[in-house]
C-alpha cells in the first residue's frame, strides 16, 4: 500500500511534501524520530485481557486494530490468540479480515511480517494461505492518513511518542487538518488515540498504554472532551514506576481501557507486580466491575466535565479535593499571582537587546543557537531569533516573592527578599495581599502537594510538575479570613523551615478532620 493513500493524494493534489515526509519517516528515521518505545510482553498480555481479547471469545468473527505495529509485540500475541480460538470453533472461516495493523517505517514492518510468516507457517498453516492473511493484515502506511475500511471490535497497542517539533511542517498541516485533538503541543500519541476511537463500533474496546498527560494538561483538553461525551472510560491503570517496556521512559506511562458506549463509573487500579497471574487477575477485576480498595482497585463515579483534567486518584482524596474546591478559592482569586521565569534577552526600556553590546550574552545564546532558533516563535521572526514568548518585568526583580522549581518529589517553595529575577524553569509566586512568609507555609504543605499531584503529570521516580497550570489549582482561604493566631503559626512554620509544623498549621488552617488528616499523611 502506498504510504499517503490514492484518495489522499487526488484529494489534495500537489502535496509531494508530504509524500516526501512520509518517504524520510518509512525509510531514514531513527527510533526517536518514530516514537519506537517496545511494551513487554507481560503487558501486551495483559492489555488484551483488559480488552477482551481472549479465546474462548469468537474471534475469528471479530476485528482487531493495531495502529502502529513496530516490532509486532501486540500483533503476534493477538494472532497467536486468534488462530487458538478459530481452532476451538473448528477451524472453517477466513481468517482475512479479522486483523489490520499498520506500520510506517519500512524495516519494521519487513521484520515483523517475516516473524508473523514464521508464527503462521508454526501453527500449520500453508505458506500461500500465511502469505495472503500477511497480506491482508499488515499495511504499510501511515495511520493517521491511510485508508482503513469498517469499523472495529478491538483497537489495541503502544501509540508512538513524537513531539509536534519532530514532525516535518507539511506533515503537522495536514494531521491538524484532520484531527481537532491535535492542539496547542500535543504528542502525536493524541491524534493516534482520536482515530483510533473513531473506528470503534458500538460496544467495541479501546486500551492503549501511553503517557499519562493527555489526561491532566492542557494539550489533552479538546480529546478529553470526545471522550466525556461519546465514550466510557471503564478503567484506568496506573504504571508509575512499573517497568512496562523494554526501555526506561522518563514520562509516566498509564493503560487506558475505553468502550463506545454511555460514560459510567471509572475503575482505577495499579499492578502489584508484572507476574502474569496477577495481572490476569487484576484484568478480570476490571472487566468485571469488580472493586477491591484493598487490592488498590477503585472505582470513580465521574472522572471530569468536558475538558477538564481528570482526577483519578483514590476515592478519600479525590473527595477531599471536591471539598476544598468548593469552599476556598484558588490561588490568584485569592490575591495571589503566578508567574514563570525567563532567561533576559531584553534591555530595561523593553527592546530586544543587542547582542554586540552583550558579549557573554552574545556567547551563550550562539552556543545554543541551533535550539533556540528552532523554535515557532523564532522561525516566524528570524532576525529576532532569541526572542522569548514570556514577558519580561524589572520590576519583579526587586519584589519579594515565592520560588518555586519545576520538577519535584516534593514542594520545594523557597522565600526570596526582592534581590533576583526568577530564571528559566522556576515559578514565583507574589501577592499583594498574602503574608509571603504564611503564604510559603501553605504551599510546603501536603494540603497543596495534593491539589498538584492531583492535576500535576508524573514523571518517573514519583516526581511531579510543579508548573503554573497546577500551581493556579491550589485553594487558599482569603487573607483577611485567616485570624492572627494562625498567621503567626504560618509564618513561624516557614521561617523555621517545619514541614511538620507548615501541615499541622494548614490542616487546621483548611479544617480537616482526622480521617483527611490521616489520608494526606499517608
Avoid at 226 to 243: N, Q
Avoid at 308 to 332: D, H, I, M, N
Avoid at 435 to 448: C, M
Avoid at 487 to 506: G, V
Wanted: glycine letters at 6%; hydrophobic letters at 45%.
Amino acid at each position: 500500500m502506498p504510504l499517503a493513500s490514492a484518495s489522499l493524494q487526488s484529494s489534495l493534489p500537489g502535496l509531494c511534501p508530504i509524500t516526501d515526509a512520509l518517504e524520510r519517516l518509512a525509510h531514514h528515521s531513527d527510533h526517536d524520530e518514530r516514537g519506537a518505545v517496545y511494551t513487554r510482553r507481560e503487558v501486551v498480555e495483559f492489555m488484551l485481557d483488559l480488552a477482551g481479547y481472549t479465546t474462548d471469545r469468537p474471534l475469528h468473527r471479530q476485528r482487531l486494530l493495531e495502529p502502529s505495529f513496530g516490532g509486532g509485540e501486540f500483533l503476534l500475541a493477538a494472532v497467536e490468540r486468534l488462530l487458538r480460538a478459530h481452532r476451538s470453533a473448528g477451524g472453517q472461516t477466513d481468517l482475512a479480515p479479522c486483523i489490520r495493523a499498520v506500520e510506517l517505517h519500512r524495516s519494521s514492518h519487513a521484520s515483523t511480517e517475516a516473524k508473523l510468516l514464521a508464527l503462521l507457517l508454526a501453527n500449520g498453516l500453508a505458506a500461500t494461505e500465511a502469505r495472503r492473511l500477511a497480506s491482508a493484515w499488515l499495511i504499510h502506511g501511515d495511520f493517521l492518513l491511510c485508508e482503513l475500511e469498517g469499523r472495529f471490535d478491538y483497537v489495541v497497542g503502544n501509540p508512538p511518542y513524537v513531539r509536534q517539533e519532530l514532525i516535518p511542517a507539511p506533515l503537522l498541516a495536514e494531521y491538524r487538518r484532520r484531527f481537532a485533538s491535535l492542539y496547542d503541543r500535543a504528542d502525536l500519541y493524541v491524534p493516534f488515540i482520536e482515530r483510533s476511537l473513531g473506528l470503534l463500533k458500538a460496544g467495541g474496546q479501546f486500551s492503549f498504554i501511553c503517557a499519562d498527560r493527555w489526561t491532566k494538561n492542557k494539550y489533552g483538553g479538546p480529546l478529553r472532551a470526545m471522550v466525556t461525551k461519546d465514550f466510557h472510560l471503564k478503567a484506568y491503570v496506573d504504571m508509575l514506576d512499573t517497568p512496562a517496556f523494554d526501555a526506561d521512559v522518563i514520562a509516566y506511562p498509564a493503560i487506558t481501557l475505553i468502550e463506545r458506549a454511555p460514560a459510567g463509573a471509572t475503575l482505577v487500579a495499579k499492578p502489584l507486580a508484572l507476574d502474569p497471574a496477577q495481572l490476569a487477575s487484576l484484568a478480570r477485576q476490571l472487566r468485571t466491575g469488580t472493586t477491591d480498595e484493598s487490592q488498590g482497585v477503585a472505582a470513580i463515579e465521574r472522572i471530569g466535565q468536558g475538558s477538564e483534567p481528570w482526577v483519578l486518584s483514590a476515592s478519600g482524596k479525590r473527595a477531599l479535593l471536591r471539598r476544598l474546591e468548593a469552599t476556598f478559592p484558588s490561588l490568584e482569586e485569592a490575591g495571589c499571582k503566578v508567574g514563570i521565569g525567563v532567561i533576559n534577552p531584553f534591555e530595561d526600556d523593553g527592546s530586544l537587546a543587542d547582542l554586540a553590546r552583550h558579549p557573554k550574552l552574545r556567547a551563550y545564546l550562539e552556543r545554543h543557537r541551533a535550539a533556540i532558533a528552532g523554535r515557532h516563535v523564532a522561525k516566524k521572526s528570524p532576525a529576532s531569533w532569541y526572542r522569548t514568548i514570556d514577558r519580561i518585568t524589572p520590576a519583579l526583580a526587586t519584589r519579594p516573592k515565592l520560588l518555586i522549581p519545576d520538577i519535584k518529589g516534593s514542594a520545594h517553595v523557597a522565600f526570596e527578599s526582592g534581590q533576583l529575577y526568577p530564571h528559566h524553569n522556576l515559578y514565583y509566586v507574589v501577592s499583594d495581599d498574602w503574608d509571603l512568609r504564611a503564604l510559603q507555609a501553605v504551599l510546603l504543605s501536603a494540603v497543596a502537594r495534593q491539589f498538584v499531584a492531583a492535576y500535576s503529570t508524573t514523571m518517573r521516580g514519583g516526581f511531579l510538575r510543579f508548573q503554573a497550570q497546577y500551581l493556579r489549582r491550589i485553594r487558599v482561604p482569603r487573607w483577611a479570613e485567616v485570624g492572627e493566631t494562625m498567621r503567626s503559626r504560618l509564618i513561624e512554620a516557614a521561617q523555621a523551615r517545619d514541614l511538620r509544623a507548615c501541615d499541622a498549621a494548614a490542616f487546621e488552617l483548611f479544617g480537616l478532620d482526622a480521617d483527611e488528616m490521616k489520608l494526606l499523611a499517608e
